[in-house]
């Protein structure tokens, strides 16, 4: 079992940062691949990032050069660097874990409750 709780998320204004923390708890964190998604209103939850346990990582085309994905094992965290933000990034962002890495949300095992992040033009 993997708990995960996510947090930094908030309002902020277009072109502005920020960085969302995902903290793990329960066993064997450094085995789980951890991803971030995210869902507007009205629309299917999106893939936005992942890494592995190995550290590699995949980024959305959407957010690629903006998004950075990163890890701490020794926290069992997992983080989301958001630059260069734009109103269509607002969306409650989720923090999701799996022993392999997709793209596509249903195959995540674990999810957070979500964190709004709220970008103003």
């Known amino acids: 079992q993997v708990q995960l709780v996510e947090s930094g998320g908030g309002l902020v204004q277009a072109g502005g940062s920020l960085r969302l923390s995902c903290a793990a708890s329960?066993?064997?964190?450094?085995?789980?691949?951890m991803a971030w998604f995210r869902q507007a209103p009205g629309k299917e939850r999106e893939f936005v990032a992942y890494?592995?346990?190995?550290?590699?990582?995949n980024v959305a085309d959407s957010v690629k050069g903006r998004f950075t994905v990163s890890r701490d094992n020794a926290k069992n965290a997992v983080y989301l660097q958001m630059n260069s933000l734009k109103p269509d990034d607002t969306a409650v962002y989720y923090c999701?874990?799996?022993?392999?890495?997709?793209?596509?949300?249903?195959?995540?095992?674990?999810w957070g409750q979500g964190t709004q992040v709220t970008v103003n033009s």
């Open positions: 999701a874990a799996n022993l392999y890495a997709y793209t596509d949300y249903k195959r995540y095992t674990y």
């Open positions: 329960g066993r064997s964190f450094n085995n789980y691949d």
């Open positions: 890494i592995t346990s190995g550290g590699s990582t």
